[in-house]
């Protein structure tokens, strides 16, 4: 049995020296891995992560270091694409958002007064795509040498949305057992299990750990593993959330 599973957070670059992280440490997903490479019907553990993520103790896992979301999907996509994977464990905070481009508020104040005549009497819609363009064509504040002056003042990012990896992984392997994983931060707990439903049915996910953020910290990880009829059941530590994963993925795979 062949195992993959994505860890810790991706990064996304403002420059050569500034980037935007998800910051997670892998702690999860290492003992996930872990838990996993104790199972003597698993065979390889292909372990996806960022640089600075903890590592499993396991001699079973291949480690291929990841960083942007493009760098996450071509390496999700050429593990899937070269090994049939029986399960996968998508525990990464992956970035919602990338940079599309670097500007300041006074260059965009010119670009904007270049194009004042197209902006009359425009609704607000067509108002906003005017800008966001003038935004991407505006000029760039990062200098020859990569970098950012430290002298510019109102620095403005333009961000995109990144593709979701997640809705990548039944596609490429659409017989492999896939538990994806919730953050939110401070809600409900009846918030908490339906939209990690709904993940669980967007992306044909066999079941999602649903957390959240004001439930984590270095005393405890309360966590819920919830299934697609909705049921779940509730965890309190790290290495509890790995063993209940394990079980039931190898579980289902057994059936």
Known sequence: MKVLITAG????????????????????GSLIATAFSGLPNVDEIYYLCSKTA???????ATIRYVDSVASLENTVNETLILTDIDIIIHSMAVSDY??????????????????????KNIDTQSAEKIVTELLKTSESIIGSNGKISSDIDNMLLLME?????????????????????????????EMLIDTACRLLQDNKCTLV??????????????????????????FTTKEEIAEAIVAATTEIRSM
């Open 54 to 60: 903890i590592l499993p103790q396991s001699e079973k």
């Open 209 to 234: 750990l649903a957390n959240d953020l004001s439930e984590i910290n270095e005393n405890g990880h309360v966590g819920y593993l919830v299934d697609k009829d909705k049921n779940y059941k509730r």
């Open 161 to 189: 949305r990144t593709p979701k990896i997640i809705s990548s992984f039944q596609v490429l392997a659409p017989n492999a057992t896939l538990v994806g994983f919730k953050l939110l931060d401070s809600v409900s707990q």
């Open 9 to 28: 957070g991706t990064t996304e670059k403002i420059d050569n020296v500034r980037n935007i992280a998800n910051i997670s440490t892998g702690k999860l």
């Open 98 to 119: 990338r940079v599309k481009s670097v500007t300041s508020t006074s260059k965009l104040a010119n670009a904007i007064i270049s194009q004042r005549d197209e902006l």
